[in-house]
T-cell receptor, first 110, second 113 residues
Framework: SQQGEEDPQALSIQEGENATMNCSYK?????LQWYRQNSGRGLVHLIL?????REKHSGRLRVTLDTSKKSSSLLITASRAADTASYFC??????????FGQGTTLQVKP | SQTIHQWPATLVQPVGSPLSLECTVE??????LYWYRQAAGRGLQLLFY??????ISSEVPQNLSASRPQDRQFILSSKKLLLSDSGFYLC????????????FGEGSRLTVL
């Protein structure tokens, strides 16, 4: 399977701390995307990083991509209670479709 | 701006009953449309995608079908629901092809009893 695998499955931190989530995948990719899902809601696109990029920033989000290790990380700095959600990585692989991982559930305690 | 609407938000249906979930996109033309299913605490499974009216690709064999009667309308159906059809169904659209950024609806939670 070329599905992305997020690690950890669950993460609990205090407000103000940084949260790091990792994603590993199995086949070569053209791009990797991160999405956020609040409980019971649809997914919201956060960031897309292409295979020729190593790092990308968007506000308090920082995404890195290491194609040699087939892994990506999502860092949320100075977390807030409102960041509580599930975070998914999605890879395109060579199927021509996005494949989503199982997600990391982040809880930020006020 | 583009918006996506999905309904109903919640549905409780008996086994063997029919299903119809609807999704419409506004503010864009000829979008790629997708139906995903999410089991509790799990990732998303792609069920169907469509690149145009009447063009439907099925990803997994199942008890469901999809139709695209209009450019911006995508419908998920079943003639007879199974218990295993319970889940959270998400409609999404993209303008950049199946591996580009996806825009999701708010989801439809289906419980089959």
């Amino acid at each position: 399977s070329q599905q992305g695998e997020e690690d950890p499955q669950a993460l609990s931190i205090q407000e103000g701390e940084n949260a790091t989530m990792n994603c590993s995948y199995k086949t070569s990719i053209n791009n990797l995307q991160w999405y956020r899902q609040n409980s019971g809601r649809g997914l919201v696109h956060l960031i897309l990083i292409r295979s020729n990029e190593r790092e990308k920033h968007s506000g308090r989000l920082r995404v890195t991509l290491d194609t040699s290790k087939k892994s990506s990380s999502l860092l949320i700095t100075a977390s807030r209670a409102a960041d509580t959600a599930s975070y998914f990585c999605a890879t395109d692989g060579n199927t021509g479709k996005l494949i989503f991982g199982q997600g990391t559930t982040l809880q930020v305690k006020p | 701006s583009q918006t996506i609407h999905q309904w109903p938000a919640t549905l409780v249906q008996p086994v063997g009953s029919p299903l119809s979930l609807e999704c419409t996109v506004e503010g864009t033309s000829n979008p790629n449309l997708y139906w995903y299913r999410q089991a509790a605490g799990r990732g998303l499974q792609l069920l169907f995608y469509s690149v145009g009216i009447g063009q439907i690709s099925s990803e997994v064999p199942q008890n469901l079908s999809a139709s695209r009667p209009q450019d911006r309308q995508f419908i998920l159906s079943s003639k007879k629901l199974l218990l295993s059809d319970s889940g959270f169904y998400l409609c999404a659209w993209s303008s950049q092809g199946p591996t580009g950024e996806l825009f999701f609806g708010e989801g439809s939670r289906l419980t089959v009893l």
